[in-house]
């Protein structure tokens, strides 16, 4: 069983930065994708970041590139997503997720099979 544990969400003003982890208990996540989703309130829960474990590829949404940057520690088991800029409309609760690598594109949830239990993102305006 696969767990993925999500911290570092909390309230920031417009244009500030905040910086979510995630850590999965897993042997190993060779061959695992990592991402990122956001729901938002009376929302459908969107794409936001993804990377490949092996490679290190990551990709974006267009609504969080240029200000979000998703990173992995190997050593840790983690990845970081790094947010900055932050818009009034990036409140959401923030999944990480993971699943093994597949045909079924890194921006669809269907991609990933273990998901955190969320994390809140207020942003002020």
């Known amino acids: 069983q696969v767990h993925v544990v999500e911290s570092g969400g909390g309230l920031v003003q417009a244009g500030g930065s905040l910086r979510l982890s995630c850590v999965v208990s897993?042997?190993?996540?060779?061959?695992?994708?990592m991402g990122w989703f956001r729901q938002a309130p009376g929302k459908e829960r969107e794409f936001v970041a993804s990377i490949w474990w092996t490679s290190g590829a990551t990709s974006y949404a267009d609504s969080v590139k240029g200000r979000f940057t998703l990173s992995r520690d190997a050593a840790k088991n983690m990845v970081e997503l790094q947010m900055n800029s932050l818009k009034p409309e990036d409140t959401a609760v923030y999944y990480c997720?993971?699943?093994?690598?597949?045909?079924?594109?890194?921006?669809?949830?269907?991609?990933?099979?273990?998901w955190g239990q969320g994390t809140q993102v207020t942003v002020s305006s």
């Open positions: 997720a993971s699943g093994v690598q597949s045909t079924i594109s890194v921006q669809s949830s269907r991609a990933y099979s273990f």
């Open positions: 897993a042997r190993t996540l060779r061959f695992y994708t």
